[in-house]
C-alpha cells in the first residue's frame, strides 16, 4: 500500500518444507551414541574399531597389553572370540593393561566388553596418569556373558598412560575384549553438539513472500523473533521472588519452567507435626501460572537424614509410616494435575533414612503410593554424581538405573510415569563421561532431565563450565528438560548466582543469555529472487514479520509462527494488510 494510504493490501506468507536440517557438513568422525544394557554370549566390535587402543579385540595374542599389579594374565578363545583374562587376582586393581599416550585438551570417549567368572560384579575402567587416576567408566559384569562398559575422559596434561581395569572382589576373574579410547579434539566435540541439535532441536523453515496477485516479492525484510523456546529451560526460584520486582522481572523475561528451592519440601510446609501450612508455595505456584512458567515438584520425600524436621526423627516406624503416608496424600493432592513432574523420594541412592525405618522396599512402595495419587504427572529419580562424577559412586549410571529397575518391578509400578533427574551439581566437568553416562540412561527410553545445574569455583571457571554443561546437556537428543540451581538470595545462592544483588547479570547469567540468543532470539534477511526465505529455527512460538519496499509503497505483514517437531507437510498463512 501507498504509504499514508488508507487502501489495504495483501501479502500472502506461505511457509512450508518444514523439514529436519542436517547440519553444517564436517569432517569430525561422528560420536556413536549406541550401547548395549544387554548381557551377550558374544561382546560386540569395539566401537570407532578400537580409536587408539592397540590390538582390541585380542587377535594378535596378547600384543600390546600387559599385568597390572600382581595379577596372572592369558589369553583365551572360546566360540571363535578372543579376550585377555585377569586371574589370581591379590589386589583390586589386579587387571590387564595398555600403556597410551593421552593428550591435554582432547576428549577421550571408552568402551570395553566386561565378563567375570562369578557373581554380579562392579568392574571399573581407570587411567593411570602422572597427574592421578581417572575413573573412565564402571559395569555390573557377570558369568558367561559380556557388559559392555562405556564412559570418558579428560586429562590434566599431555603425557604417558595406562589403562587398567579394577574390582574390589578379588576372588573373581575379569575378561576384557572390545576395547574402544577414540579422541575427539574440542572442535570435533562441539561440532557433535551443533550436528545433534540441528537434528534434534530445529527445524528447516521456508517463507515465501508473495503479493496480491500472486507474484514473488524479492528483497523484502524479514523480521523472525522467538516468543517462547519450547524446550523447558529455567531456574529454581524462592520466595523472596514474591516481593521482589526486580527478581521478577529479570527472571520471567528469560525462563519458562522452575522448581522452589526448598518452599514445596515437607520440612518447610509442615514444621510440627499435623500443622501443614501451604500458604508460601501456593504464592510461588500462583506468580508461575500468571507467568505462564512450568514447575517441577520438588520435593516428596527427602531421604537424607539431614533434612528431616525433629518430629519427623523421633517417631516410631508405624507412626512414621502414617506421616509419610500423609506426607503423600497431601502434598500430591494439593497440587495434582498442575506440575511438569515429582522428585518423589530424592536421593534415595546416597541415603536411606525411609528404607531404615520402613524397610528397603521402602521407595518402591512410596512410588506406587505418588502413582495412585497423581498418576499423570511424571515421577522422578533425582540424584547426584550420576553425570558429574565417574567410577563407582552410589549413584553412578549402572546403579541409577538398578534402582530404577527396582522401583518400576514392584508390583503395581509397572506402569508408573517415570523419570530419570540428574542434579548436575558440578565442579570440573568431564563432557565424555557425562555423554557416556547419558548414553547409559538414555536406554532406559523414560524422560531425562537436567534438575539442579550448578558449578561450583571462582566465577570465571563457573561460567565456563556452566556453558560446556548447558551446551551438552542441550544437544543430548534424550534430555527432556534443564533447571539451574541458582535461586536468588541476598546472602548469596546456593553455589552459583546468576546476578548480583541488582539483578546485573554475573559472567554466568551472561551465559545464560548468550545460549538464550543462540537457542532463539531474533533473525533478520532478505528474501531471494523468487521471494523466499529460509532459516533453521530452534522448536518454539514466533512472530515473523515481512516489510517490502515497492517502487511506489510500502507493504508489511505480521504472523505467527510454531516451529515444532510434530508439525508435518505444508503451511499457509495470509494476512490483509492494513494501514
Not at 86 to 95: C, I
Not at 391 to 404: D, H, I, M, R
Amino acid at each position: 500500500m501507498k504509504a499514508g494510504d488508507e487502501n489495504g493490501g495483501q501479502l500472502l506468507l506461505s511457509l512450508f518444507s518444514i523439514i529436519l536440517f542436517a547440519g553444517l557438513l564436517t569432517n569430525a568422525l561422528p560420536y556413536d551414541y549406541s550401547i548395549s544394557l544387554e548381557c551377550l554370549e558374544n561382546p560386540l566390535r569395539p566401537q570407532y574399531n578400537g580409536g587408539i587402543i592397540v590390538n582390541p579385540e585380542l587377535n594378535d595374542g596378547l600384543r600390546a597389553w600387559s599385568t597390572f599389579g600382581d595379577a596372572k594374565t592369558e589369553h583365551r578363545e572360546s566360540n571363535g572370540n578372543k579376550y585377555v583374562v585377569a586371574h589370581s587376582r591379590n589386589n583390586p586393581y589386579g587387571s590387564m593393561s595398555q600403556k597410551l599416550y593421552l593428550k591435554k585438551n582432547h576428549l577421550y570417549t571408552f568402551s570395553a566388553w566386561v565378563q567375570v567368572s562369578e557373581g554380579n560384579v562392579q568392574v571399573t575402567a581407570i587411567f593411570k596418569t602422572d597427574s592421578g587416576f581417572k575413573k573412565a567408566g564402571s559395569v555390573f559384569a557377570e558369568p558367561k556373558c559380556w557388559s559392555m562398559l562405556k564412559g570418558g575422559l579428560t586429562v590434566d596434561a599431555s603425557g604417558p598412560a595406562e589403562l587398567y581395569f579394577e574390582s574390589n572382589n578379588t576372588s573373581v576373574e575379569i575378561w576384557v575384549d572390545s576395547i574402544s579410547l577414540q579422541p575427539f579434539t574440542e572442535k570435533e566435540w562441539r561440532s557433535h553438539q551443533d550436528q545433534s541439535i540441528e537434528r534434534t532441536r530445529k527445524e528447516k523453515v521456508r517463507i515465501q513472500a508473495i503479493d496480491e496477485q500472486g507474484n514473488p516479492l524479492s528483497n523484502a525484510t524479514i523480521s523472525i523473533k522467538q516468543n517462547k523456546l519450547r524446550f523447558p529451560f529455567g531456574c529454581a526460584i524462592n520466595k523472596n521472588i514474591l516481593s521482589n520486582t526486580a527478581y521478577q522481572d529479570w527472571f520471567t523475561s528469560r525462563f519458562g519452567v522452575t522448581a522452589f528451592e526448598d518452599e514445596m519440601k515437607w520440612y518447610s510446609t509442615e514444621a510440627t507435626r499435623g500443622q501443614v501450612d501451604y500458604s508460601v508455595p501456593d504464592a510461588m505456584m500462583a506468580f508461575a501460572k500468571q507467568h505462564n512458567i512450568a514447575v517441577r515438584g520438588h520435593n516428596v520425600i527427602w531421604d537424607d537424614p539431614k533434612y528431616q524436621s525433629g518430629w519427623v526423627n523421633s517417631l516410631s516406624p508405624n507412626d512414621f509410616r502414617t506421616a509419610v503416608q500423609a506426607r503423600v496424600g497431601s502434598v500430591m493432592t494439593r497440587y495434582r494435575g498442575r506440575l511438569l513432574a515429582w522428585d518423589v523420594v530424592n536421593e534415595n541412592m546416597h541415603f536411606s533414612f525411609v528404607e531404615s525405618k520402613l524397610g528397603q522396599n521402602a521407595s518402591s512402595v512410596i512410588y506406587n503410593s505418588a502413582g495412585k495419587t497423581d498418576g499423570l504427572t511424571t515421577l522422578f529419580l533425582n540424584e547426584y554424581d550420576t553425570i558429574e562424577k565417574s567410577g563407582e559412586g552410589a549413584a553412578s549410571p549402572a546403579k541409577y538405573l538398578q534402582k530404577l529397575k527396582e522401583i518400576q518391578s514392584f508390583p503395581g509400578n509397572a506402569n508408573l510415569r517415570m523419570g530419570i533427574g540428574l542434579e548436575s551439581h558440578f565442579t570440573i566437568p568431564n563432557l565424555p563421561y557425562m555423554r557416556a553416562s547419558l548414553d547409559t540412561l538414555a536406554s532406559a527410553n523414560v524422560p531425562i532431565w537436567l534438575t539442579e545445574v550448578d558449578v561450583q569455583g571462582n566465577p570465571a571457571q563457573q561460567a565456563q563450565y556452566l556453558e560446556q554443561i548447558l551446551r551438552e546437556g542441550y544437544s543430548y537428543p534424550k534430555i527432556a528438560g534443564i533447571v539451574m540451581w541458582s535461586a536468588w538470595k541476598p546472602q548469596g545462592c546456593y553455589r552459583m548466582c546468576l546476578t548480583d544483588n541488582n539483578f546485573k547479570n554475573l559472567a554466568t547469567g551472561d551465559v545464560v543469555d548468550k545460549l538464550l540468543h543462540e537457542w532463539g532470539g531474533s533473525l533478520m534477511g532478505m528474501t531471494d529472487a523468487n521471494g523466499f526465505f529460509e532459516a533453521s529455527l530452534s522448536h518454539g512460538d514466533y512472530n515473523v514479520k515481512i516489510i517490502h519496499h515497492g517502487v511506489t509503497d510500502i507493504s508489511s505483514s505480521t504472523s505467527n509462527l510454531k516451529v515444532d517437531p510434530t508439525v508435518a507437510g505444508r503451511t499457509t498463512l495470509i494476512h490483509q494488510v492494513t494501514a
